[in-house]
């Protein structure tokens, strides 16, 4: 195996590894910013010794042995345990202890869940708890999660710093919450989870267009939610929402890794086994009762896709309206942007133009390129073929991910010129 070989192999079992090196390291430590730090540590051993001594057996307890052992040299000196040789013994004997987490005191027995409850701790703003979670969680990079928010590299490497060190000051536990605190910390942790879903769909940079990875993990956890809060129809929504929505992956790309679009796909590639699932922790959700929540809705509408055995019987007009009651509980112009593409499929394009070109307007879409995709689509219908072709260049113009920019570029080729 050559050296740029053991590189990538490095890089994957890294991705692979991160979150769990972090979720345990913080268990031990108390601190989610210096485990973090403790497994970049780890990393860079790796890269210094791996390419001259080769792969470990078992890589991850490589790593999670050189980051202890990273832990109590700092420990040891630390001036404020200089006087405190028992507290310290304690300690690393804990740490010794520790080496392999049990659950018995993690009723949902996932280290990687309690790291999200941990970064979602009422001690920080729900936008600080849903940034941090995807960095040490979802393993984002600050860019990545700067495009999920439509906001600037800069605000969100801030936001996260600042929240590690509130974790810090106020010495938060490594644990999932019970009771009354888990329910308030819920929505966010919710929240972190989709996100991380909509990484793995839809790549916001790179190369590839999708992450399955990322949205198998998703899925993983909405699973131990659904069984840790089997009465919430929100967990339920939020699990049928990705399953369905999953069930298209193997459909999304052509033989070059290539996009298709929704309504090119070909349904009897699509995953049916997800979708009976996806179907039936929906109709769980809907089942508990109450007041439909934005998870729940999207499901539903995830549900009106996948009933549909060809595109041209997709229930645009309930698409359409299910995003309207969306809009109302939970106001986003990208789920404006959203009921427009389904007004123009359901009452003509004319229709979907009228609302994206009003979101023109809104500031937190200046950027965004889907904005120029969903209009370039709608012009081109119309008929108006320079504007549409200019929309489609401007989109690929926005866009960080490789295979979307190709897609977008296509497009416009496609269109003859005036």
């Not at 730090?37 to 390419?51: E, R, Y």
């Not at 919430?232 to 049928?240: Q, Y």
């Not at 120029?372 to 866009?399: M, Q, Y």
């Not at 296509?410 to 003859?416: E, H, K, Q, W």
Request: charged share 30%; hydrophobic share 45%.
């Amino acid at each position: 195996m050559t050296a740029a070989d053991i590189t990538r192999a490095i890089d994957a079992i890294w991705r692979m590894e991160s979150a769990r090196l972090i979720a345990s390291l913080a268990r031990m430590v108390r601190d989610v910013g210096l485990a973090e730090d403790l497994a970049q540590d780890a990393l860079v051993s790796a890269l210094d010794q791996w390419p001259r001594e080769g792969i470990p057996d078992n890589p991850a307890a490589w790593l999670m042995a050189v980051a202890k052992r990273r832990a109590i040299d700092m420990f040891r000196r630390d001036k404020r345990f200089a006087q405190k040789h028992q507290e310290l013994a304690q300690w690393i004997a804990s740490l010794q202890e520790q080496a392999e987490p049990a659950a018995e005191d993690n009723d949902v027995g996932d280290e990687l869940l309690g790291l999200i409850f941990t970064a979602c701790h009422p001690v920080l703003a729900k936008e600080a708890r849903v940034a941090l979670t995807l960095r040490l969680v979802g393993g984002l990079t600050t860019e990545e999660i700067a495009r999920a928010f439509l906001l600037t590299k800069e605000a969100i490497a801030q936001r996260i710093v600042r929240a590690k060190r509130a974790l810090a000051e106020v010495r938060v536990p490594f644990e999932v919450p019970r009771g009354e605190e888990r329910t308030e910390r819920l929505p966010s942790v919710l929240e972190v989870i989709y996100l991380i879903f909509n990484e793995g769909y839809s790549a916001t940079a790179g190369e590839d267009w999708m992450r399955p990875q990322l949205c198998e993990e998703a899925m993983r956890l909405g699973r131990i939610l659904a069984q840790l809060a089997p009465e919430d129809s929100e967990v339920h929504g939020l699990l049928a929402l990705m399953e369905i929505q999953a069930s298209r992956l193997g459909a999304r790309t052509g033989p070059g890794g290539e996009p298709i679009l929704l309504l090119d796909q070909n349904r009897a590639r699509w995953d049916h086994l997800l979708i009976r699932r996806g179907f039936a922790a929906l109709e769980r959700a809907e089942a508990i009762g109450g007041d439909r929540g934005p998870y729940v809705l999207q499901a539903a509408i995830a549900a009106c896709h996948a009933r549909a055995r060809t595109a041209d019987e997709t229930d645009w007009a309930r698409i359409a309206a299910l995003y309207g009651e969306l809009g109302k509980i939970r106001p986003s112009p990208i789920v404006e942007l959203n009921r427009a593409v389904a007004l123009g499929m359901a009452f003509g394009p004319a229709a979907g133009l009228e609302l994206a070109d009003a979101l023109t307007q809104e500031p937190s879409l200046k950027t965004y390129h889907l904005l120029p995709a969903v209009r370039g689509d709608l012009l081109e219908k119309l008929g108006r073929l320079k504007e549409a072709r200019a929309e489609f260049e401007r989109a690929a113009a926005l866009t960080r991910n490789a295979r979307e920019r190709e897609l977008m570029r296509a497009r416009a080729a496609a269109i003859s010129r005036p």
